[in-house]
């Protein structure tokens, strides 16, 4: 297994993190993700990518007073709303208090990429976005012609959103093994963009199948290395003592 550790420096101790709101996942990354970062969350259909992002959302919305927004192009409103209600995280009281919107866009052609950033832009800078979920980036790789195309893309109008002056912390879903760009596979262009890369799998244990997850890099954090199991239950995400 590989990973990247950053060495802890004097200053880390004292860094502002996002807390995902899960303990035991934070106090692996010194409290959590430093604001302004871009996550990768990198893994097969049905592994917990959507429901991780959901919970570092809610949390931030409920219990750290930061406003959120989901950007799905693959599922709708109401769908996503009653899926998350029924795993504990009832966005619909925030959405009240403002503190939660869900944008629902269908996936870009390349004519209509542009236009799509500029969208989610305005919508987090008229709602004070400070957490950002984006599902998914395989959704919109078809759009590019070439790799080449895609990476300067994704560095050119992510840098806007994520480092720009709204200075969101985005998590940013892709689907693992599903899609390739003609003769160009586009996998792996986003975690060379990120500054974190984390990785959800399901690994058979004998007549169960686990679910697991692994920090495989996370810049300016120093982070446990190897793949941690994971339970979705009523509350979404829960790390065995």
């Not at 692996?28 to 097969?44: A, C, D, N, V, Y």
């Amino acid at each position: 297994m590989t990973g990247v550790t950053v060495e802890r420096t004097a200053e880390s101790k004292t860094d502002v993190r996002a807390p995902t709101g899960l303990p035991e996942f934070d106090r692996m990354l010194e409290g959590g993700f430093l604001p302004g970062s871009l996550i990768t969350l990198k893994g097969r259909p049905g592994t917990g990518k959507t429901i991780f992002g959901s919970q570092f959302l809610y949390h931030g919305a409920k219990n750290a007073k930061q406003s959120g927004m989901y950007v799905s192009m693959l599922e709708g409103e109401k769908s996503y709303l009653h899926n998350m209600r029924r795993l504990g995280l009832d966005f619909e009281p925030l959405m009240a208090q403002k503190r939660f919107s869900f944008l629902e866009i269908p996936a870009p052609t390349s004519e209509g990429l542009p236009a799509l950033w500029e969208q989610i832009a305005r919508e987090i800078e008229e709602n004070e976005t400070e957490r950002l979920v984006i599902d998914s980036f395989t959704a919109m790789s078809p759009a590019f012609q070439t790799v080449g195309d895609l990476r300067t893309f994704t560095h050119v109008l992510l840098g806007k959103i994520v480092g720009g002056a709204s200075g969101c912390t985005t998590l940013l879903i892709t689907e693992e093994g599903t899609g390739n760009m003609g003769s160009f596979p586009w996998t792996g262009v986003e975690e060379f963009v990120a500054d974190g890369v984390i990785k959800f799998s399901i690994i058979p244990s004998g007549e169960a199948r686990v679910r697991y997850m692994e920090i495989t890099k996370m810049r300016g954090t120093n982070h446990q290395m190897g793949p941690i199991p994971i339970d979705i239950g009523t509350r979404p995400k829960r790390m065995p003592r």
